[in-house]
């Protein structure tokens, strides 16, 4: 068994209106210094050795992203 993290976030072209409300409210919590933020979404899975990257990038594309307005990133851990 392998564990692969898949990550996904906005493209840099769409707007984030999470991300900005993160980063409107930090200075109000008393932190200063962030000027923005992206919030996105992270996958665990548990796989097969046999289970190759192309299948991966499959179930990212197909499943667990939004291509026309988030990219994806497969890590194998």
Same mark, same amino acid.
């Given at each position: 068994m392998a564990r692969v993290v $898949? +990550? $996904?976030?906005? &493209?840099? @072209?769409?707007? +984030?209106? /999470?991300?900005q409300a993160i980063v409107g409210a930090l200075p109000r919590l008393?932190?200063?210094?962030?000027s +923005? *933020?992206? /919030?996105?979404k992270r996958f665990e899975l548990e796989v097969d050795d046999n289970v190759g990257d192309d299948e991966l990038a499959t179930i990212a594309e197909s499943f667990l992203a939004n291509t *026309?307005? @988030? @990219?994806? &990133? *497969?890590?194998?851990?």
């Open positions: $898949v +990550d $996904v976030m906005p &493209k840099a @072209e769409i707007l +984030d209106p /999470q991300g008393g932190f200063a210094g962030v +923005d *933020v992206r /919030q996105g *026309v307005i @988030e @990219e994806w &990133k *497969v890590t194998r851990l």
